[in-house]
């Protein structure tokens, strides 16, 4: 079946504007994080949605960020006021309940902050 | 608290020699471990994983791993390389029995191949 897809691949934004990047999950799959990739920091966990439970954003380096997901399925994280320590590969993964740990990932989304 | 340690950010061997990339990780519970790989422009595909039972784990093209309480290690082995195994390999805990925890990442080992 079809994998975890994100959308954009790439985008390049001048700072201070914000951006949207989106994460459809692997269908079924009831949990959803996003991860944070940048040279020198390795993958940093930022958010966590398990079902219709309240997220984990204990992952999250600001109060610019912040992520939504609707109806258990598609997320959204936004970056508002981007800063060109933003600039990094944003990784989404889902996972079924069932399978403690086991996430399965996109391809990323490359931000490239100006 | 969980953490993940790699030693050796940078792994060279030949085609052919043994692969050892090195992985500690300190919990407070039971770990979950798991190594993930990274191909160029790709995104992470899990290579095998550690919840419970046998502790020498098999994963896909012919790496294992051994998880040992003791040295609070999970260190990932290929017999002998190949030059399609040259990637980004990142090990990863999560907590045993929480469903849906996060995973902590170590920083990555790259690993180069040469003919």
């Known amino acids: 079946g079809a994998g975890v897809s994100q959308s954009p691949s790439n985008k390049v934004t001048e700072k201070g504007k914000d951006v949207e990047l989106r994460c459809d999950p692997i269908?079924?799959?009831?949990?959803l994080y996003w991860y944070r990739q940048s040279l020198g920091q390795g993958l940093e966990f930022l958010i966590y949605f398990q079902g219709n439970s309240a997220p984990d954003k204990s992952g999250l380096p600001s109060d610019r960020f912040s992520a939504e997901r609707t109806g258990g399925s598609v997320s959204t994280l936004t970056i508002q006021r981007t800063q060109q320590e933003d600039s990094a590969v944003y990784l989404c993964a889902s996972s079924p309940l069932r399978d403690i740990g086991e996430q399965y990932f996109g391809p990323g989304t490359r931000l490239t902050v100006t | 608290a969980q953490s993940v340690t790699q030693l050796g950010s940078h792994v060279s061997v030949s085609e052919g020699a043994l692969v050892l990339l090195r992985c500690n990780y300190s919990s407070s519970v039971p770990p979950y471990l798991f190594w993930y790989v990274q191909y160029p422009n790709q995104g992470l595909q899990l290579l095998l994983k550690?919840?419970?039972?046998?502790?020498l784990v098999k994963g896909i093209n012919g790496f294992e791993a051994e998880f040992k309480k003791s040295e609070t290690s999970f260190h990932l082995t290929k017999p002998s390389a190949h030059m399609s195994d040259a990637a980004e390999y990142f090990c990863a805990v999560s907590a045993l029995n929480q469903a849906g925890t996060a995973l902590i990442f170590g920083k990555g080992t790259t690993l180069s191949v040469s003919s």
């Open positions: 269908s079924g799959h009831t949990a």
């Open positions: 550690y919840t419970t039972g046998a502790t």
